[in-house]
């Protein structure tokens, strides 16, 4: 068990290996309009889920509702976010969260919250 990846090492399955290689790729583009994040919200219960479209973002900082949507159409890239959104976080209660891109440091984060 040595040389087991650690949780953050793990290898995604090949669908979102393909989508984190596509948005990566579109990283140069979107610092060259102004972007600085871009997101993808998702929120479902009772086995029903919704994942909102894709928001660019020209903040500090990203805060889902607290940050000002720029208009920058990416929206090529909704497919490839929503293959990140974690599955099953529309089961039971249900969870919520954000698939977010921040495009300086090229770094894709998942935050998911889950309803008890």
Known sequence: MENEPSNM???LPPEQAAA????????Q?????GITFVAVHF????????NEDIK????????Y???DVR??????LQEHFEALVP?????????????????KTRKITVERNDRF
């Open 29 to 33: 583009r979107l610092a060259e309009a």
């Open 56 to 63: 660019c973002y020209a903040t500090e900082d990203y805060a």
């Open 9 to 11: 090492q793990q290898a």
């Open 43 to 50: 929120d479902g219960s009772g086995d029903e889920g919704v």
């Open 87 to 103: 599955y099953g976080y529309e089961n039971n209660c249900g969870g919520f969260g954000d698939v977010i891109l921040n495009v």
């Open 71 to 76: 208009e920058a159409n990416f929206s090529y």
């Open 65 to 67: 509702e607290e940050s």
């Open 20 to 27: 984190k290689v596509a948005i990566l790729a579109e990283c």
